[in-house]
């Protein structure tokens, strides 16, 4: 799926018109939807996991086969997040324009998982749907609860009055650090956290955020936390909203699209005149020279104007910033709205 909501880079795209991007591969659904803006006229979608390319060549080519009803059900987005379609995704993957490579990777990964949904198969959406069962047994009828208003209003009076806020504390200590995440999910890699807040402090401003900003069924990471799974529409990410689909589709006409299995940073500075680059959360995972130098090694490849997106997660990179300006305060809006808000988010743009 995506660990993040990429409508805010679509945002910063619409609002700047790059026309050169490199993006973090991830899955796909991240990068793929930045299409939507139809300034783009080259996406470079790069990845060290060829696993990651492989996926995102598969919804690739998947956009440019199905139609947007079909291609909520191979995925399993709502509302067809109960799974009757299996012999569906063999018929289409066989008839796929994919490599070899692909095909032998994705067919083995279909057959593995009984051609279920891929959707939720990734190791982060597991973990969140491990911590959905815990959820789900200590906050009971609160779990449905949280998803069921239309007004911000009434839901921000329940968090405040009702909602078990002491409970649910102690669950985010209990789920919310660095020992269960290695065990789980990083084995042993997970962010070495440089920020002076708490992991309970840091979990609980985003959750904080979340619940009183905009309405919970909104959210696909609290629909992943709670549910354990998108359920209910309203919180489809980007690339499950026909209006985006439609435009990613149209954009695939004419659109150079690049895959690269390569390390991000060497990527970058083999590129040239960029003037977007979506990096992810991949800089807070940097340290030594490389955390120090990234953003210095990067500033040739960028046209003038161009802008890096850095989502820092726990840990804000110590690298060297000059020849940037910090251009986040124009996006406040969109990153108060992102549907995550787990990530430190700093737009940097090259300085003329």
Request: net charge positive; with cysteine; glycine share 4%.
């Amino acid at each position: 799926m995506a660990n993040e909501d990429t409508s805010l880079e679509i945002a910063v795209c619409a609002k700047l018109r790059p026309r050169n991007v490199l993006a973090v591969s991830g899955s796909g659904s991240r990068c793929l939807s930045l299409l939507c803006v139809d300034s783009i006229e080259k996406l470079m979608i790069v990845d060290l996991a060829e696993s990651q390319i492989f996926i995102a060549q598969l919804r690739l080519q998947l956009i440019k086969a199905l139609s947007f009803e079909e291609y909520l059900q191979f995925w399993g987005y709502p509302p067809f997040h109960n799974d009757n379609f299996k012999e569906m995704r063999k018929k289409v993957i066989g008839r796929l324009s994919l490599s070899d490579e692909a095909r032998e990777y994705l067919t083995d990964t279909f057959q593995k998982s009984s051609w279920e949904k891929l959707l939720y198969l990734g190791k982060w959406e597991q973990t969140f749907i491990t911590f959905s069962k815990a959820i789900k047994l200590l906050l009971g009828k609160h779990v449905n609860k949280i998803f069921s208003f239309t007004n911000l209003d009434d839901q921000r009076r329940y968090i405040k009055e009702d909602f078990p806020s002491k409970r649910f504390s102690t669950l985010l200590n209990i789920l919310g650090n660095k020992k269960i995440f290695n065990f789980l999910l990083y084995k042993g890699g997970f962010v070495k956290k440089n920020i002076s807040a708490s992991y309970l402090e840091y979990y609980q401003s985003a959750f904080q955020s979340l619940f009183t900003h905009d309405l919970a069924n909104k959210s696909f990471f609290l629909q992943l936390c709670f549910l354990g799974g998108i359920h209910l529409p309203e919180g489809i990410i980007p690339e499950g909203r026909k209006e985006n689909f439609t435009k990613v589709k149209n954009q695939l006409q004419h659109v150079k699209v690049e895959f690269i299995v390569k390390d991000l940073i060497q990527a970058v500075e083999e590129s040239s005149e960029l003037d977007f680059v979506s990096m992810s959360n991949v800089p807070s995972y940097f340290s030594g020279e490389v955390e120090k130098s990234f953003l210095a090694k990067s500033l040739k490849s960028l046209s003038e104007g161009g802008v890096i997106l850095l989502r820092n997660y726990l840990r804000k990179p110590d690298a060297d910033r000059s020849g940037y300006q910090n251009i986040s305060q124009m996006f406040n809006t969109q990153i108060k709205d992102e549907k995550v808000q787990m990530y430190d988010i700093e737009i940097l743009k090259k300085d003329s």
